[in-house]
């Protein structure tokens, strides 16, 4: 069996907001998985959701290129602190990152970094002391339509969203929208069926306990799944920017469809490492 840590019972309490015994009952339950004391906390306590881990190893930007074609870029490159990822010639190294990008019309890291880029991202690690990355890119096609992009006022989220019909101003809005909310999905067809049906035996255990006959169980669990997939789907979010009307309803009024959207925010997905600084030099001055 796994060892259970005291920084994993951390992270299950940040994430649950459930108390501590409990967060490690659960995960020695679960065998040290936290995802699975995760699912199963939902089940037992009614718990709605838990945080995502997020936490993040990575500082830098986000930046966003449009062309004439239609086509839409979005590129993550990271440094180590946010003191360097403000840094003109970082960010005059980016720029360039992005404009051969979309001249090129690239769709792989590897092959766009080839040759000079990479020579000027070794040149420029060497002139600031940090290790520069670019990390990802992906693009979307709005050729036929229109094209928008939002970059957060810090720089650390950028979105791309592509409609079929529309303005560029329209899909500007909703890009700010995705920005804001954060939505997994476009539509709630394109949710996974194993995730719709995890979240369906987590609120069948939570609605079992109510002591209500199956036929009322069985609607709210049904009603359940219902809000969580409008929840976690753009279209069917209401407008951020007009609590009164959902995305969905936005694009119908503009006789537009989406196409579809990207979402880059900065070090998402890559695990930190936290140090504690004083415990660092307390050690060393005992050494």
């Known amino acids: 069996m796994t060892a259970i840590s005291a920084s994993m019972v951390k992270e299950l309490r940040e994430r649950t907001g459930l108390g501590m015994m409990e967060c490690k009952k659960a995960l020695v339950d679960a065998g040290g998985d936290i995802e699975a004391a995760i699912e199963e906390m939902r089940k037992s306590s009614g718990m709605k959701a838990a945080k995502k881990a997020g936490r993040t190893a990575a500082d830098g930007v986000v930046v966003a290129r449009g062309g004439d074609n239609g086509v839409g870029i979005l590129i993550e490159v990271n440094s180590e602190t946010d003191f360097v990822a403000r840094d003109d010639n970082f960010l005059n190294f980016v720029n360039t990152v992005a404009d051969k990008a979309a001249a090129d019309g690239a769709t792989d890291v590897a092959a766009l970094m080839e040759g ?30 229109s094209l928008g992009s939002y970059i957060h006022g810090n720089n650390k989220i950028g979105v791309l969203v592509a409609l079929k019909g529309g303005t560029a101003e329209l899909a500007r809005d909703i890009a700010m929208h995705v920005a804001a909310i954060n939505p997994p999905y476009a539509t709630t067809e394109d949710v996974p069926a194993e995730v719709v049906e995890k979240e369906r035996e987590i609120y069948s255990a939570q609605a079992a306990e109510s002591g209500k006959p199956a036929e009322i169980v069985a609607k709210m669990v049904e009603g359940r799944v219902r809000k969580f997939l409008s929840e976690n789907s753009l279209v069917e979010q209401p407008f ?12 119908k009024a503009a006789n537009a469809e989406l196409i579809g959207f990207i979402r880059f925010e900065v070090g998402e ?14 050690a060393q001055l005992k050494g």
């Not at 002391?129 to 979307?140: F, K, P, Q």
């Not at 951020?240 to 694009?251: P, R, S």
């Not at 695990?271 to 307390?282: L, N, Q, S, Y």
């Open 116 to 145: 000079e880029l990479e020579s000027a991202r070794e040149a420029l690690v060497q002139k600031i002391g940090e290790n520069i990355s670019v990390r990802r890119l992906a693009s979307i096609d709005a050729a036929d339509g």
């Open 269 to 282: 997905g890559i695990e930190k490492e936290e140090t504690d600084f004083a415990a660092e030099v307390a």
């Open 240 to 251: 951020v920017k007009d609590q009164d009307q959902t995305v969905g309803k936005l694009l």
